[in-house]
C-alpha cells in the first residue's frame, strides 16, 4: 500500500489552488509534476557542479561528467539495457524518434514499407512520413476496433518482407491502451523489420525491460516521468547504433575531424552532439531512482485502482461517451458528454481549480477514427487520489447542467 498523503507532500505544486480551489492536476499525460528531489537536483547541479562535460581535466568538469555518467547507468538499469552505451540522452521522444526515422534513409527504398499504429502520437507519424518522403517508400498503418484496440490480425496481414520499420507506441497518449509491444516485436522480427517502440506513456507507468521485449529501439521523455522538461532516452541495440549514420555533427559526436575527412566517436557520444542539457540529464537519473523508491508496480496497482474508481463513478454520468475502452489499459480517461464541445467543458472544469486536457491530444487520427474533434482527457498518475476524481465527477456534471 502506498501512503499517498506522503507522496503528495513531495510535490509542492499539490498544495497550491487554482482559481480559488485545491489543485486537481489530471494532465498527467501532457506532463507529471515534480517532486522535491528533483528540484532541490536541478539547484544543486547549478550551485554546486556546473561545468561543461566530457571536455575539461579540472575537478567541477570531471564531476560534471561523473554525474552524467552515474545517470545513464542508472536509467540502464531501471530500463535492463545491456550496454551503457546504449542509453543516449536526447531532449525527449520526438527527438529519438526523428534521430531514427531519419537514420533509416538508408536503409529504405522505393517499394519498401514503414509501419505505424492507428493511434499514434503526431510525433509517432510525422517523422515516417518523412522518411517515407525522402526515400518513395510507403506508409502502413495498423488498425484499430472500436474499443481502441490494436486489430492484431490486419497487422499480421500487412507484415511481409517489405516492411523495415514497425514503429508504435506502448500506451497511447489519447486512449490510454496498452499495447501488446512484445507480440508486435516478434512478428515483426520474423519478417526481418527493425521494431521501434515509443514509450512516452509506458515509462512513468510500467516498467520496462528492453532486452525481455528485443526492441530494437525505444524512447521516452523525462518530463513525463517527473524529471526536467528538455530530457528524454533513445535505447537502441548496439548493432543498430553502430550501423544508423550520426543525426547532427558538431563537438563531442567526432574521433578526428580534418577538412578532408572527420570520423566519429564511439557509442554514445556519436549520436550526442553539442552541449547536452547537463543538469537534465543528470536529474533524469534523480527522477528515476525516485520513481524506483516508490516502485513501478506499486505505481501501476495505485493508478490501475484509481482509473477502474475513475471508469465507474464516470460512466455513471448520463450522455456519457468513454472514448478508449481497450481490456488492457492505463489511467487515462478520454470522454466527451453528449452535445457538449470538450473545450466548454475543460473551461468550466479549469475554474473549478481541475487541470484536464482537452482537444485532440496530437493524435488527430485516432479522433477521425471516432469521427469526434476531440475528447475531455484526465490522466492519473500515482499522486491522485479518489476524492480528486470525485471532484473531476462533480465539476463535470456541473458543466452539463450548465451547458446541456
Ligand atoms: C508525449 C508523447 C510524445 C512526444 O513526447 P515529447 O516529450 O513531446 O517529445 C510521443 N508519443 C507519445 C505517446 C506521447 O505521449
Not at 211 to 236: E, N, R, V, W
Not at 392 to 399: C, G, M, P, S
Request: hydrophobic residues 40%; charged residues 20%.
Amino acid at each position: 500500500m502506498l501512503d499517498i498523503q506522503a507522496i503528495r507532500s513531495h510535490f509542492p505544486i499539490l498544495t497550491q489552488t487554482v482559481n480559488g480551489k485545491p489543485l486537481v492536476y489530471f494532465d498527467n499525460a501532457a506532463t507529471s509534476q515534480k517532486p522535491q528531489v528533483v528540484i532541490d537536483a536541478i539547484s544543486k547541479y547549478y550551485s554546486e557542479i556546473n561545468a561543461n562535460i566530457h571536455r575539461g581535466v579540472h575537478t567541477l568538469s570531471q564531476l560534471a561528467t561523473d554525474a552524467y555518467e552515474v545517470s545513464r547507468h542508472t536509467i540502464q538499469r531501471h530500463i535492463n539495457a545491456k550496454h551503457a552505451h546504449e542509453v543516449l540522452f536526447t531532449s525527449g521522444t520526438t527527438h529519438g524518434i526523428n534521430l531514427v526515422a531519419n537514420g533509416f534513409t538508408q536503409f529504405v527504398k522505393a517499394g519498401d514499407a514503414v509501419m505505424v499504429s492507428a493511434m499514434e502520437h503526431h510525433s509517432n507519424i510525422v517523422p515516417w512520413q518523412m522518411l517515407c518522403e525522402r526515400t518513395g517508400a510507403s506508409l502502413r498503418v495498423i488498425p484499430m476496433n472500436e474499443k481502441g484496440e490494436l486489430v492484431l490480425e490486419e497487422f499480421e496481414k500487412l507484415l511481409d518482407e517489405n516492411v523495415k520499420i514497425v514503429s508504435v507506441n506502448h500506451i497511447s497518449n489519447a486512449l490510454g491502451t496498452i499495447n501488446p509491444v512484445k507480440f508486435i516485436i516478434d512478428k515483426a522480427h520474423a519478417v526481418g523489420a527493425a521494431v521501434f517502440i515509443d514509450g512516452a506513456q509506458a515509462s512513468p507507468h510500467l516498467s520496462i525491460d528492453v532486452q525481455a521485449l528485443d526492441a530494437d529501439f525505444y524512447a521516452f521523455s523525462g518530463h513525463k516521468m517527473c524529471g526536467p522538461t528538455g530530457t528524454g532516452i533513445l535505447y537502441g541495440k548496439e548493432a543498430w547504433l553502430n550501423k544508423l549514420p550520426p543525426y547532427q555533427g558538431g563537438g563531442e559526436m567526432i574521433k578526428e575531424v580534418t577538412f578532408e575527412k572527420t570520423t566519429y566517436a564511439d557509442l554514445p557520444h556519436k549520436f550526442e552532439a553539442g552541449t547536452p542539457h547537463i543538469a537534465g540529464g543528470i536529474v533524469l537519473g534523480t527522477a528515476v531512482d525516485y520513481l524506483n523508491s516508490i516502485g513501478l508496480d506499486n505505481i501501476a496497482a495505485y493508478e490501475h485502482e484509481l482509473l477502474e474508481y475513475g471508469t465507474q463513478k464516470l460512466s455513471e454520468i448520463e450522455g456519457i461517451q468513454l472514448v478508449g475502452t481497450a481490456k488492457e489499459k492505463a489511467s487515462v480517461l478520454s470522454f466527451n458528454l453528449a452535445g457538449i464541445h470538450p473545450y466548454d467543458v475543460g473551461t468550466i472544469v479549469d475554474k473549478m481549480g481541475i487541470a484536464v486536457r482537452t482537444g485532440h491530444h496530437c493524435a488527430q487520427p485516432v479522433m477521425n477514427a471516432f469521427c469526434i474533434p476531440g475528447t475531455i482527457r484526465a490522466s492519473f498518475a500515482f499522486y491522485n487520489t479518489k476524492q480528486e476524481i470525485d471532484a473531476l465527477i462533480a465539476a463535470v456534471k456541473k458543466a452539463q447542467m450548465m451547458l446541456g
